[in-house]
């Protein structure tokens, strides 16, 4: 009787099958990493070869030009005319003569207090004036008659004088009652009301003459050998930033304050009067010196608290433009430019906008117009700042 019974599995043909398939997976191996290998081969290649964008960048010269020198401060002015209109004596305002505001002539009436009682006192010493005149002028014909002594002469004529002493007295009490304006000018605003009593002192307006105005500043004492009567200054407000206005020196302090500092005041016209008394003023005091600096546009230099730097773009081999970082010393700043002591020369080309975006060595592209130039740029030599100041 036949039966089918299952021969055991050789060991060596089992170990080869394994190999067997061993083998397979590790062909797959070799060939996916020879596929990945070429792909990334010919990547790269595909990258080397692509070329580089050029980063676009606005480019300045440095020029080089005569720039005048300036000592700089800081001042107030105040108009060659200008008080406080105050009440001498105390009274009552019986009448208010101006408004706010108002334009006054020298001498004008502004203010009347109440003078009731002078007036009266200066009829009674009229009075008495006149008595003694005629007093006098009968001793004096006695006296020529010899009918009387010259020491009732003297007597009537000491007498006449006192009457005329107390009667210009009381005029200047009433004069004093009737507060006027002391120059032309135009009045400020009211401080005082009809019916109001003011004490001797007390402000009723101020009253301002601003045709000519005086800029009062201090500079440091080591400024004093540079200054002289007569030296052009330019005014500069906050209020007016758009304009600059022209002065002469006309006074110097001859004695340096504690603080090191000497006190100088500059006169100007103000035909306009554009300018109140009392603003805020920065000041420009030409030198005498001037000299031929490099400048660039401020916003071609980056301020770091390492140090000022400027990317400057030179021509290669293939007239690529290629920047390079370049440390520098920077001076005194105005009209959007700015002064370069040392790190630059002339005619060079700096970056003035795009630096957030390079490095050394980096390939640039030239746009034709900056847009953070400062449109309408006055020529530099209209003015400069002294950098130490």
Do not use: C
Request: cysteine-free; aromatic content about 4%; charged content about 20%.
């Amino acid at each position: 009787m036949n039966r089918n019974v299952s021969q055991p599995e050789n060991p060596f043909a089992r170990h080869k099958k394994k190999l067997k398939g061993l083998a397979v997976i590790a062909a797959g191996v070799i060939i996916a990493a020879v596929v990945y290998t070429a792909v990334s081969v010919e990547d790269t290649t595909l990258t080397a070869t692509a070329p580089t964008p050029k980063t676009k960048v606005a480019l300045a010269t440095v020029e080089r030009s005569n720039v005048p020198r300036f000592i700089s401060g800081i001042g107030e002015l105040e108009a060659a005319r200008q008080v406080q209109v105050a009440a001498e004596v105390g009274g009552r305002a019986t009448k208010i003569l101006f408004e706010s505001g108002q334009s006054v002539a020298a001498g004008q009436l502004l203010v009347q207090l109440n003078d009731a009682p002078e007036q009266a006192e200066r009829i009674r010493l009229q009075a008495q004036l006149r008595n003694a005149q005629s007093v006098h002028t009968r001793t004096r014909k006695l006296v020529a008659a010899n009918a009387a002594t010259q020491e009732q002469l003297d007597t009537a004529l000491a007498a006449r004088d006192m009457a005329l002493g107390e009667l210009g007295q009381t005029q200047a009490k009433i004069a004093q009652k009737a507060i006027r304006a002391p120059f032309a000018g135009v009045i400020g605003i009211r401080r005082v009301h009809e019916g109001q009593y003011l004490n001797a002192g007390d402000p009723i307006a101020s009253l301002v003459d601003a045709r000519t105005l005086h800029a009062n500043f201090s500079l440091d004492e080591q400024s004093s050998p540079a200054l002289h009567i007569g030296q052009s200054v330019q005014v500069l407000v906050d209020a007016l930033a758009h304009r600059s206005f022209k002065a002469k020196v006309s006074a110097i302090d001859p004695l340096i304050g504690q603080s090191r500092t000497v006190q100088v005041q500059a006169t100007m016209a103000n035909p306009d009067s554009l300018l109140k008394a009392g603003m805020y003023a920065s000041i420009q005091v030409a030198r005498r010196d001037t000299q031929a600096v490099l400048t660039v546009p401020e916003t071609a230099v980056t301020y770091t608290a390492y140090g000022d730097t400027v990317f400057v773009a030179h021509p290669d081999d293939q007239q690529t433009l290629i920047v390079k970082r370049v440390a520098v010393t920077v001076g005194a700043r105005q009209e959007g430019r700015v002064e370069i002591e040392h790190g630059l020369h002339e005619n060079e080309q700096v970056v003035t906008s795009g630096q957030l975006k390079l490095s050394d060595g980096m390939a640039v592209e030239a746009v034709k117009e900056d847009t953070l130039a400062l449109p309408g740029r006055t020529p530099l030599s209209s003015a400069m700042m002294d950098k130490s100041r």
